[in-house]
């Protein structure tokens, strides 16, 4: 199976400041005849289901915010959030579909220093 | 607007059987991929499998198949996770998601609200 590797596993930003986090997977989910990334991002909130905010790694979701960004390829990804805002509290997981069974990384708590 | 709507919570013993439903509208949901996503409260995602409404093609994650059963109804847009004989360890909620029609590739764009199952002696 891929492994999905978040880090850090938690952190603290200002409201304003940029917050990063990153996922790495065990093999590479670039698929080189398309160059695409089979990698997601989500967002979950306390109580809530995930919501999708990123795809092919870095095509954001219609309607989520652009403050969201996505770069990266091949084993390294990074899931930026520009300016946090209070609602952006949430756990954010990245997820591979390059190859079954779909994996998630273990999730990145997000909260507001 | 498409929405996912799934069945109640649930409390179980061990050993008991159960089916869990997640029913879809606002589409022509007989053409879509409907998958199932485990989380154990306080804890990461696990995918279970999907199914096609359509026709009812099913895959399992490999590490799930004979523990659980995924069906459908396509003439009701209902999806089913279905257990034989639950243990402690199923105890979890229970999400149902669709692919995303535009490329079914594996990333799941609407989710339904999950279901808790408890099995508990």
């Known amino acids: 199976d891929f492994v999905m590797t978040q880090s850090p596993d938690s952190l603290a930003v200002s409201l304003g400041e940029r917050a990063t986090i990153n996922c790495k997977s065990s093999q590479s989910v670039l698929y080189p005849s398309s160059n695409n990334n089979y990698l997601a991002w989500y967002q979950q909130k306390p109580g809530q289901p995930p919501k999708l905010l990123i795809y092919?790694?870095?095509t954001r979701e219609s309607g989520v915010p652009a403050r969201f960004s996505g770069s990266g390829s091949g084993t390294d990804f990074t899931l930026t959030i520009s300016s946090l805002q209070a609602e952006d509290v949430a756990v954010y997981y990245c997820q591979q579909y390059f190859n079954s069974p779909w994996t998630f990384g273990q999730g990145t708590k997000v909260e507001i220093k | 607007e498409v929405q996912l709507v799934q069945s109640g919570a649930e409390v179980k013993k061990p050993g008991e059987s159960l089916t869990i439903s997640c029913k879809g509208s606002g589409n022509n949901f007989a053409n879509n991929w409907i998958g199932w996503v485990r989380q154990v409260p306080g804890k990461g995602l696990e995918w279970m499998g999907i199914?096609?409404?359509?026709?009812?093609?099913?895959r399992y994650s490999p590490s799930l198949q004979g523990q659980v059963t995924i069906s459908a109804d396509k003439s009701i847009s209902t999806a089913y996770l279905h257990w034989g004989s639950l243990k402690a360890s199923d105890s979890a909620i229970y999400y149902c998601a669709r692919l995303r029609e535009e490329d079914t590739s594996g990333v799941f764009d609407y989710w339904g609200p999950g279901t808790l199952v408890t099995v508990s002696s």
């Open positions: 092919w790694a870095s």
């Open positions: 199914i096609y409404l359509d026709d009812s093609d099913t």
